[in-house]
């Protein structure tokens, strides 16, 4: 989500970037910024470039006039096009008859280019057009950097000042936002909900800086587990979360097992060594759409199973699927409210006898449950009337999130009857 301050400072460089072109009279300009933390720079606005130039075009420093400039951070006033110092490289590509290229320079730092090229009025540029690019392009530096200290502070407001992990702040916009994005998408979306064992012991006995040191300890330990994209998060007092898109229960769980792995050899302060404490871990995991269906309910889902998963002496707990054998294995909750779903007036024209090989045919038969669609890994499943534990069964006999919707159930019966003597 795109901040109040970026947004205005994105239409700071728009104004700056047409007023440039507009004072010195230029046909075509470019304003060229280095590339997040690389050393490449790409076009960021133009005016009479092309479009799938402004995408495919990457500079490094030294590499024709914007390279040129930016490794030299000295702007660059070209009256005729043979005067140009690229030609003497052997950079035959351009065919501007004049141009300016200034630098934008912060810290020493080259941070841009802003390029303008071919006075409409078919004159070579002059001293003060130079001038007058100068003086913007520092205007375009100063907004750059309110910019940087904008994000700065954005990532101060939405990070936990002890652990450096996201805060709740951010991982409610975040969690709504992912949970949008996988119904859009019709992906699966998980969540690991992580309580710190013995916390308060650890605190009562101890003392806050101890604990404070374990709440690092176990920060690190997930900062070393997660995917790139995952979201760690410090979710208040000794519990965690982690936001993991695109994940289903089995991956959840090799995170959350990677996590409990990296909890074993961090290191921990030295009142708990000399104690022979060991880091536990309780972690719950859920998914969304299914079983939960809406963002508060995947976090009531996922804290739920964390709490079993504590009242079992720690480890990892799974909300809907089973997980493993042992005494950190398998979980099944009782059964939860469904969200209403649609009706299928006619499953026979959505249904084929390659849809139902995906579910066991005593499943089919037991619920009289018809398969409708598949979306990754999401099964659309028809079913004759609402039924949490037919959605569980399938669910945890499948491995896929299921999506019901409601249909005749003399249609449901004939369908699976004709699609089964089809494969007969």
Request: hydrophobic share 45%; charged share 25%; no cysteine.
């Amino acid at each position: 989500m795109e901040s109040a301050t970026e947004r205005r400072a994105q239409d700071l460089l728009d104004s700056i970037f047409r007023v440039a072109t507009d004072l010195v009279r230029g046909e075509r300009a470019s304003l060229v910024l280095r590339e997040g933390g690389s050393s490449e720079f790409v076009i960021a606005r133009a005016r009479g470039l092309a479009d799938e130039v402004m995408r495919e075009v990457r500079i490094r420093p030294g590499e024709g006039v914007v390279g040129h400039v930016v490794a030299s951070r000295r702007p660059l006033l070209v009256r005729a096009a043979a005067d140009a110092p690229m030609r003497a490289a052997g950079d035959s590509r351009y065919r501007s008859e004049s141009f300016i290229s200034v630098p934008i320079v912060i810290d020493d730092e080259p941070r841009g280019v802003l390029n303008v090229t071919e006075r409409e009025d078919g004159q070579p540029f002059e001293m003060q057009d130079l001038a007058t690019l100068e003086l913007l392009a520092s205007h375009i530096g100063a907004v750059l950097v309110q910019q940087e200290h904008g994000e700065a502070l954005q990532r101060l407001a939405e990070t936990d000042p002890l652990t450096w992990l996201f805060n709740r702040r951010h991982f409610d916009r975040r969690l709504e936002a992912e949970a949008n994005r996988a119904l859009r998408a019709e992906h699966l979306l998980a969540l690991l909900m992580i309580d710190v064992d013995r916390f308060k012991q650890y605190n009562d006995r101890y003392g806050h800086r101890v604990g404070d040191l374990v709440l690092k300890a176990v920060a690190s330990a997930i900062k070393q587990a997660v995917r790139l994209y995952d979201v760690p998060t410090r979710y208040g007092g000794d519990e965690f979360a982690v936001i993991l898109p695109d994940a289903d229960t089995e991956a959840a769980s090799r995170v959350a097992r990677r996590i409990l792995e990296k909890a074993e050899s961090v290191s921990l302060p030295e009142e708990l060594i000399a104690a022979g404490e060991r880091l536990g871990l309780s972690i719950g995991v859920a998914t969304f759409p299914r079983p939960a269906g809406d963002a508060a309910t995947l976090v009531e889902t996922a804290d739920t199973a964390m709490y079993r998963a504590k009242q079992s002496g720690g480890g990892i707990r799974v909300w809907e699927h089973s997980f493993a054998d042992g005494p950190n294995g398998a979980m099944r909750s009782r059964a939860i409210a469904l969200p209403p779903a649609p009706y299928l007036a006619e499953p026979a024209r959505l249904a084929t006898r390659e849809l139902q090989t995906l579910i066991p045919r005593t499943l089919a038969s037991e619920w009289n449950v018809l398969v409708v669609g598949r979306e990754g890994q999401v099964l659309t499943v028809a079913l004759p009337q609402p039924n949490p534990s037919a959605v569980d069964a399938i669910s945890k006999a499948t491995g896929f999130a299921v999506y019901p919707v409601f249909s005749n159930s003399v249609d449901l019966e004939a369908t699976r009857r004709r699609l089964s003597e089809v494969a007969d």
